[in-house]
Structure formats: structure tokens, C-alpha cells
């Protein structure tokens, strides 16, 4: 055999493994949020709607988890339960839905806007629904979002969040930060989250990307140039060398690992 048939050939049984590998998947369809607010509805609750569920699309087409998407099945919850005659979301009238997209698991879900604490927030609800009598009553998570904090990035965390949740995937990694101060606190997302003991600090972080501080008393702020990217299931490293603060000096954020300085006198 040459080796252009040898590399064909191993090139052929990996995709057959690969289908063989989603085959045995059962399919999974999600369906687009519904808006449903009590008044009318207004462009930023459905851009919010929209960047949720191509979350959880994401999840379901990478295959990574149980489940596959099922063919032809980005529909929308509002237009399928009106095709269907369904008032709401019974279990009986999700399942038909199900049936006709060929679907084992259904993934469906709303947003509405609500008051709490004077600011109007998101509050999402997700449900996963198994087909068959086997997979028991609907699952559901669900979270409030400030609606002033919806940003894309943070919406379609927490839809990789929710999903895997749902699915009964793992949904937190794990970030190691060292440094070379005991005791200094360890920042995420502007938020104290962790204290160095023993040169470093072990963090378990949802799936998402971060921007990662440290600081100490006595010690220049140090700030990660870049967001770390914490994935589920992973563990990631990260060290940094703090530098000791001078005397009369202003101290600025750190960018990378060295902290910008001027003199007192402004020189």
C-alpha cells in the first residue's frame, strides 16, 4: 500500500469514528426564547432572547456533550406553540412538539423583565424535556440579569452555563494563580476571589473568560494583560511576580507585570 493510501485510509477511518461517535447521540432540539413581557416588547429583550439561545445552539452543535442537534430544528418556542395549539408549555404539548422535529430532548425557555430593588432585571428561565417516560419531569435553571449588564458575552456564558447544567455536563474549570506574596488577594472581574497561601490559589470558575488581578500592601497592583479563558473540566496556570511599591510614588493599574510609576515631585 502507498503511503498516499495508507494516509487516505486513516484519514477515512477517523470519520467513520467520528460518525459513529454522533450516532449513538440522541438529538437534542433548541428552541428560540420567548419574550414574554406584560407590555410591549422592545428590540433590546429580543436581541437578548436571541444572543441566549444561539448559546445554547452553540452547545448543542459542538457535539461535545450527549446530545446532537437535531436536523432543521432552530425553530422558535412562540411560532411552534401556535402551530401546535399550544397555550402554554404543558409536557404533553412540548412532546408533540418534540415528535415532529425528531427529536429525543426538547430545550425551551423565556425572558421577561422584572422589577427588584428599584432596577429592572432579566429574569431567564431554561427547561430541558425528555421525550421518552424515562427522562422523568422537566429540568429548569433559570438566573436574573440587570437589564443595563445583558451583554452578549456575559449572556451566552451563562447559556454554556445553563446548558451544561441542564445536560449533566460539567460547567466549572479550575484557575491556579501564583504569585510571590502569601496573602495577596486575588481579583476576578474586579471582585476579591481568592487569597495566595503558600505561593498560589486555586479557583473553580464557571466556563468563562476573565480579567484576573492580584494585589497586596506593600506591592504594585498587578493585572493579567489578557482575559483568561477558563474552560470546563480544565485546569489553567497562571503566575505572576509582584514588584515591591517605592516611596512617594503614584500607583497605577498594572498592565501585563510591570506597574507605571511617576515621582512625587511629577517628573
Excluded at 427529536?103 to 423565556?110: I, K, N
Amino acid at each position: 500500500m502507498t503511503p498516499r493510501c495508507r494516509l487516505s485510509l486513516a484519514l477515512l477511518l477517523v470519520l467513520m469514528s467520528g460518525s459513529v461517535a454522533l450516532a449513538g447521540k440522541q438529538k437534542i432540539a433548541v428552541l428560540g426564547l420567548e419574550v414574554k413581557h406584560t407590555g410591549s416588547i422592545d428590540q433590546q429583550s429580543t436581541v437578548v432572547a436571541h444572543d441566549l439561545t444561539e448559546g445554547l445552539r452553540t452547545q448543542a452543535k459542538s457535539g461535545t456533550g450527549p446530545f446532537i442537534e437535531a436536523a432543521n430544528s432552530e425553530q422558535e418556542l412562540i411560532d411552534q406553540k401556535v402551530m401546535h395549539s399550544c397555550d402554554d408549555e404543558r409536557p404533553a404539548c412540548m412532546i408533540e412538539i418534540a415528535n415532529d422535529l425528531k427529536a429525543d430532548y426538547l430545550m425551551y425557555g423565556s425572558i421577561t423583565i422584572e422589577s427588584d430593588k428599584g432596577q429592572n432585571v432579566y429574569h431567564v428561565t431554561v427547561t430541558l424535556l425528555a421525550v421518552n417516560k424515562k427522562g422523568g419531569a422537566p429540568q429548569s435553571v433559570s438566573e436574573y440579569f440587570p437589564v443595563k449588564e445583558a451583554r452578549e458575552d456575559k449572556l451566552k456564558g451563562w447559556a454554556r452555563k445553563a446548558y451544561k447544567k441542564l445536560t449533566g455536563q460539567e460547567s466549572s474549570g479550575t484557575l491556579v494563580v501564583k504569585a510571590n506574596v502569601d496573602g495577596a488577594t486575588v481579583l476576578v472581574d474586579r471582585e476579591p476571589r481568592g487569597t495566595i497561601k503558600n505561593g498560589s490559589a486555586t479557583l473553580q470558575l464557571d466556563e468563562n473568560r476573565y480579567n484576573v488581578a492580584i494585589e497586596a500592601e506593600g506591592y504594585k497592583r498587578y493585572e493579567f494583560s489578557d482575559p483568561i479563558t477558563v474552560r470546563a473540566g480544565d485546569t489553567t496556570s497562571k503566575e505572576a511576580e509582584l514588584e515591591k511599591r517605592g516611596p512617594d510614588v503614584d500607583i497605577h493599574e498594572v498592565t501585563g507585570s510591570v506597574t507605571h510609576e511617576k515621582s512625587g515631585n511629577g517628573l
